[in-house]
């Protein structure tokens, strides 16, 4: 497969996003809400970009299930199990959790992380990886209009959260098992979109001022997000939160910016590709090191 030079910047970007959103932890004081809120602004979407990645990179699956599994897991459980086992003894040894705690997170370790917040990703991207080869002969049989079904699917998911405007808890983020749409929900559709702008990319990226309608789409986005995170904050989890549609619409629109901006390899891309092998291991310590520099700070 030949290397894509947008994806090696698009993941480097992504993974200053996940830094970028993590730094909100500080304490919680009326002068850093401000502070707070531009983070989590400017950092999202982060780990959709990541999973967008993921589906342009590995749906279809083309080899078999269980060389397909053993190539990804390979790569993914062993850093995962002993960097959550290095924050549970080290917030131990630093007395965060007393030792009664360990067993619950130690019994939790194989479906959820329970002391290391960010690391919901990695259990996300389990879950993505399993299921992958069973989506992927759909993918194989089907053209452009399939994959759209769906993703129209996924996107009314998306839309239903926005009722809870109008009545209070109408639809959950996390969806309702009862939805008929509720298979249709959740991560696998940014797996999806990213398969589907690899195959497919939005004519946009072709047009002579696509970059700037691009752009005009992203910030379209972020006045909803700040004018409701700001000013209705019982609201902010429908415009912040993972799954909602601006998260989905900012992933396309980045997606589609990074596509038609590196195109061909230059110095950005040849950097961006010696910095990709990073990433991971970025993603995997930088709570440590944010939670480090930040402790010291406000001991100052």
Known sequence: MNRLCYIDCLRVFACFLVVTIHCNYIPTMECNKIYTQL??????????????ISGC???PVKISQGEFYRKRFSKLIVPLLFWSLFALFLYYYIGRISMKDIPFHLLALPYKSTIIGPFWFMYAIIGMYLIAPVIS???????????EFLL????????LPYFNFIYEDYYSLTGSYTSPLYMFSGYMGY??????LRKYPSKLTSHKYGLLYLFGIYM????????????????????MDNLQLFSAIQVYVIFSAFQMFF?????????AKKITRYTFGVYLIHV??????YAYIWRI
């Open 191 to 196: 797996m999806l979109l990213g398969y589907y």
């Open 39 to 52: 983070l989590n602004v400017i950092g999202s979407p982060s780990s959709e970009l990541f999973l967008a």
């Open 57 to 59: 990179l590995l749906i």
């Open 152 to 159: 129209s699917l996924w996107g009314i998911s998306l839309i």
């Open 288 to 293: 440590f090191v944010i939670e480090y520099i």
């Open 137 to 147: 002969p759909f993918l194989l049989l089907n053209e452009k209009k399939g994959v």
């Open 263 to 271: 195109t061909t390899e230059n110095s950005v891309t040849k950097w």
């Open 220 to 239: 379209a986005t972020l006045i909803p997000i700040c004018v409701i995170g700001f000013y209705c904050p019982q609201y902010r989890s429908l415009v």
